[in-house]
């Protein structure tokens, strides 16, 4: 059964975690007055796929990095047969 677990103990931060029994699915921290880049659209180039994390690297300019799991990306954009 999935499960949300917030815990907001502290004023300033916030952690939520989606978990389907003892599996962690998901893992978010929100800390007050920071800005918040998941949902964001960013141009990015792709630097290096790992298919044993299910994820690639992107490099989205000036010296920032950022990891993207494969199902955050639609099908559509997978090459047929890989």
Same mark, same amino acid.
Do not use: W
């Given at each position: =059964?999935?499960? =949300? ?6 004023? &300033? ?13 998901? !893992? &978010?921290?929100?800390?007050? +007055? ?7 659209? !960013? ?10 994390? &299910?994820?690639?690297?992107?490099? !989205? +300019? &000036? ?20």
């Amino acid at each position: =059964m999935k499960r =949300m677990l917030i815990n907001a103990t502290q004023a &300033e931060e916030r952690r939520l975690a989606i978990v389907d029994g003892q599996k962690l699915l998901d !893992y &978010e921290i929100e800390i007050e +007055g920071r800005e918040q880049r998941k949902g964001n659209i !960013y141009k990015a180039v792709v630097t290096r796929v790992e298919p044993s994390l &299910e994820a690639c690297f992107v490099d !989205y +300019g &000036e010296d920032r990095h950022g990891f993207l799991p494969f199902k955050e990306i639609s099908r559509q954009y997978f090459a047929q047969g890989v």
